[in-house]
């Protein structure tokens, strides 16, 4: 019997859509690794996202869509037509944060943030309007809500009123962590990864480091990751700096130069103001990096669990604080050692079979039907 | 004799010692007082370890069901002393009681049981380095959580209540040793194969400074005949081969030989000599009596309790001395039989049972059964 469960990635659009790519290829790829073979399901994908990810392919059933997946309301549009015709009675699992306007059932959806409700800056108008609407309607119909942290489940049912038993979180795992806390290079080098978007909190960082390097003469900061909406914001924060000379701004740059430069910083600082699980963060804690974190993300569990105050977690507006706290990473030795020591033993907590594990029970759940005998909410799509 | 029970024990016991390069005595005791647990129906342990892509050797594998943490020994180790996390309780099952079987103390909020050898560092500074001292101290601070700390000997009793420890904390246990069955025919190739026909002077262990070697090899030498036979890994800041100079060609060094070979040397030698300047207990010594093999070993330390009165103590610092009391055991064989029967039957009533045995009424008295 060939297995009902479709599993729809056609959100997947290569390069586009950054940590909620990451997010679905890396926790798929783990339950290929990690989950029983009873419980395969097809994954729905265009052809890109498999030429980008052949892992996928090679752990699971796939059905490739021709579109390049690029242009938007085509791609909702197959969602509708191409695939919902094709998982005519299966349950479906859509990884893209919405539900197609027709889909079979039952039904779960990813959630990766409330960001168009909490944050509708960083979008444009047509986005966050379409976004407004389709995600609170996603959830409302959807039989699971998958949330990427606990975080992320706890504002679905704050923000969006979710009964909690409709709610599970799919959380993200790392592979090995590294054997000891990292030792840094000279010149002693911050970073900082992150697309430039408002919210990434860039300005904040270029401030803070501007007033550290005051009393640093040798400290770094290196801005990575890819242009966002704010680029042109960052770059003149850069330029008009009195130590812009010592803060470089890469751009996006390759997985393997990423690790490189995350191995040999002496802290990351990362001041975002709005994520939904904060991977760059859990990966600089696997790496024995210390990381420094703006308070009210999911990345302030990760780095404060325990209940343990071990002033890692940072106001999010306040430069001082964060040239202040920099500044004793950078002198006190013991200070690094123990950061980094707290984040490793908080990194191994995140496995991939924990993953593979959530995501199964997920699975599970959804082909065993709702399990209190009310619908979920009205839907107008087809049933299976 | 114990009770039988509905629910056993559940333990946990970290044997990450195992894995260490040079494992030596603390890890055989680990493993010696879990496989005596093992065998018992009122005690279930758990074994707890960092990650590993090896196993260890078989003389080292405890036979018990082990979990490994994803954290690698030096992060668990540090991180443990250093910020009492990764709490170890969910990984290892939420058993009844948590057992730092000699070592690190694995971070817990269950009732602990810390096992402390020795406290050599302290009275020899210069037997450890740095590093060694940095990480027996911080083990030995973590250690005054448990609700008992386990000792193998009155002397290491002594140096912890000298360190402060409490007395109603410490509890002297003794480690044992499995009886082995001699191998005449092994130990006569063993002999003959390295051209052995005179007496044989027996050392085993890890070759390390407090082991006291270069006095052992300057009383050998000064006799007429004996060959000192060196068996046993390197630890660490020892030059063996300066330290036996003085022998000539009178001295066999194996270096590290499985566990069948260093029994059988037991049996091959005519005297077992173990000088160190301190032991927590000095398992060679129990295991030389098992074989029924005379021992010349330290006065001052545990060597002396493990021995009572099978055999002879010296100061480890007196070369003639310690010649003295060798010739004596070689040139009288009345005395070697004596000694050599009295060893093997003290060394029968100190088993890993006994050592179970006594670790399960600690394990009560901290649960208050």
């Known amino acids: 019997m060939t297995c009902r469960l479709a599993v729809n990635l056609l959100s997947l659009v290569p390069g586009d859509v950054g940590g909620a790519e990451e997010y679905a290829v890396r926790t798929l790829t783990a339950y ?38 690029r242009s938007r309301p085509r791609r909702i549009l197959a969602e509708s037509t191409w695939l919902a015709r094709r998982t005519t009675g299966m349950a479906v699992h859509h990884f893209g944060g919405r539900i197609p306007a027709r889909t079979s059932r039952p039904v779960a959806v990813t959630v990766h943030d409330l960001q168009p409700l909490d944050e509708p800056l960083n979008f444009s108008l047509i986005k966050r309007r379409y976004l407004e609407w389709a995600l609170p309607r996603s959830v409302r119909r959807a039989d699971l809500v998958v949330a990427v942290s606990d975080q992320v489940g706890r504002r679905i049912v704050d923000r969006l009123g979710t009964d909690p038993s409709r709610v599970v979180v799919v959380p993200i795992g790392v592979g090995a962590v590294a054997a000891s806390p990292a030792e840094p290079s000279d010149p002693p080098t911050i970073l900082y990864p992150a697309v430039t978007h408002p919210h990434k909190n860039h300005l904040m960082l270029v401030e803070a480091f501007t007033r550290l390097a005051d009393h640093h003469p040798t400290a770094r900061l290196v801005l990575t990751g890819g242009p966002g909406t704010a680029e042109a914001e960052v770059a003149n924060a850069v330029a008009a700096s009195r130590h812009g000379d010592r803060i470089t701004r890469t751009g996006r740059i390759p997985a393997t130069d990423l690790a490189a430069r995350l191995a040999t910083a002496i802290v990351v600082a990362f001041p975002s103001t709005y994520e939904g699980f904060g991977i760059p963060v859990l990966e600089a804690m696997a790496a024995g990096v210390p990381v420094l974190v703006a308070d009210g993300t999911p990345a302030t569990d990760l780095v ?67 399990d209190d005998g009310q619908p979920a909410g009205p839907d107008t799509g087809p049933r299976g | ?34 496989r005596g647990l093992h065998a018992r129906t009122d005690v279930e342990v758990t074994g707890l370890t960092a990650r590993h892509r090896t196993v260890p050797p078989g003389h080292l594998d405890a036979g018990v069901p082990t979990v490994a943490s994803r954290l690698p020994r030096a992060v668990l180790y540090e991180s443990w002393h250093r910020l009492h996390r990764p709490v170890v309780d969910r990984l290892v099952g939420h058993p009844d009681l948590v057992h730092a079987t000699g070592g690190a103390v694995p971070a817990t909020d269950l009732p602990l049981v810390a096992t402390i050898h020795d406290l050599a560092w302290r009275r020899h500074p210069e037997v450890a380095t740095l590093r060694g001292h940095r990480m027996f101290e911080a083990w030995l601070s973590d250690a005054r959580r448990a609700a008992r700390v386990v000792c193998p000997s009155e002397a290491t009793r002594g140096d912890l209540l000298e360190a402060g420890f409490p007395e109603h904390q410490v509890v002297v246990v003794p480690l044992g040793a499995d009886p082995v069955a001699a191998d005449p025919e092994l130990a006569l190739r063993l002999r003959a194969s390295h051209g052995l026909d005179g007496p044989v002077v027996l050392w085993v262990g890890t070759v390390e400074p407090r082991k006291n070697l270069p006095v052992l090899a300057r009383a050998v030498a000064s006799l007429d005949g004996p060959t000192l036979v060196v068996v046993g890994p390197t630890g660490w800041r020892e030059d063996l081969s300066a330290a036996v100079a003085p022998l000539g060609d009178r001295v066999v060094v194996t270096g590290p030989v499985d566990e069948a070979v260093k029994h059988a040397w037991f049996d091959a030698a005519d005297v077992f000599c173990f000088p160190s300047l301190l032991e927590g207990f000095g398992l060679p010594v129990l295991e030389a009596m098992g074989h029924g093999t005379p021992v010349v070993t ?13 055999g002879l103590t010296v100061d480890p610092a007196d070369v003639d001395g310690l010649a003295g009391a060798v010739r004596r055991v070689l040139g009288d064989s009345d005395l070697a039989e004596r000694l050599g029967a009295a060893g093997r039957l003290r060394a029968a009533t100190m088993t890993w049972d006994a050592t179970a045995e006594a670790t399960v009424s600690v394990y009560r008295e901290v649960l208050h059964q």
Do not use: N
């Open chain 2, 298 to 310: 330290s006065a001052g330390t545990a060597t002396e309790e493990v021995l009572g009165d099978a």
């Open chain 1, 32 to 69: 290929g690794r990690h989950g029983p073979s009873d419980l395969r399901p097809v994954v729905y994908l265009s052809q890109v996202a498999l030429d980008a990810h052949p892992d996928l392919g090679a752990a699971f059933d796939v059905e490739v869509h021709p579109g390049d997946g």
């Open chain 1, 304 to 370: 404060s669990d325990g209940g343990v105050d071990r002033d890692a977690v940072l106001a999010p507006h306040d430069p001082q604080v964060w040239a202040d706290r920099l500044g004793r990473v950078l002198d006190d030795r013991a200070q690094r050692t123990d950061l980094a020591l707290w984040g490793l033993t908080a990194a191994a907590d995140h496995t991939w079979e924990a993953s593979a594990a959530a995501l199964e029970q997920t699975w599970r759940r959804l082909l065993a039907g709702p």
């Open chain 2, 1 to 34: 004799m114990s009770f039988p029970r509905s629910s056993p024990i559940r333990v946990a016991h970290l044997l990450e010692q195992c894995w260490h390069r040079v494992p030596g005595g603390t890890a055989v005791a680990a493993v010696g007082l879990a």
